[in-house]
């Protein structure tokens, strides 16, 4: 049980590590989001995110919050397989998921695409 927390250590929150995240991060649009993600040298192989929904997309504060518990909801049942291809590289990664869509999305949709993004980032890795 104890394998499917999300907790402090798990968060992207340093404002100096986001902004190196964009100036040297790599990135790809897997529609609703864009994903920069970033390799570190460090000695904990882990994996770090951040979460982004703009308020030119939604405009409202409670549709955005909405969305970013739906995909850390998301995130948490499906990154297993993440941690485990991080761990062994030694380092490590950090990720930021930006929202594009204009509109509000079902948990089932959005954790579908939640599964196609964290695929295709682990190919890319």
Same mark, same amino acid.
């Given at each position: 049980?104890?394998? #499917?927390? *999300?907790?402090?250590?798990?968060?992207?929150?340093?404002?100096?590590?986001?902004?190196?995240?964009?100036?040297?991060?790599?990135?790809?649009?897997?529609?609703?989001?864009?994903?920069?993600?970033?390799?570190?040298?460090?000695?904990?192989?882990?994996?770090?995110?951040?979460?982004?929904?703009?308020?030119?997309?939604?405009?409202?504060?409670?549709?955005?919050?909405?969305? +970013?518990?739906?995909?850390?909801?998301? #995130?948490?049942?499906?990154?297993?397989?993440?941690?485990?291809?991080?761990?062994? +590289?030694?380092?490590?990664?950090?990720?930021?998921?930006?929202?594009?869509?204009?509109?509000?999305?079902? *948990?089932?949709?959005?954790?579908?695409?939640?599964?196609?993004?964290?695929?295709?980032?682990?190919?890319?890795?």
């Amino acid at each position: 049980m104890s394998n #499917y927390t *999300f907790g402090k250590s798990q968060r992207l929150k340093s404002k100096q590590q986001i902004d190196q995240l964009f100036v040297e991060g790599n990135s790809f649009i897997e529609f609703p989001f864009k994903v920069v993600w970033r390799w570190v040298e460090d000695t904990d192989s882990s994996v770090q995110i951040a979460l982004s929904v703009p308020k030119k997309k939604l405009t409202k504060a409670v549709h955005r919050n909405q969305i +970013k518990r739906l995909i850390r909801e998301s #995130y948490r049942q499906k990154n297993q397989r993440l941690k485990s291809k991080v761990s062994e +590289k030694l380092k490590q990664l950090h990720i930021m998921f930006i929202f594009l869509d204009t509109q509000l999305w079902h *948990f089932q949709e959005l954790d579908n695409k939640i599964s196609v993004t964290l695929e295709r980032l682990q190919k890319v890795i």
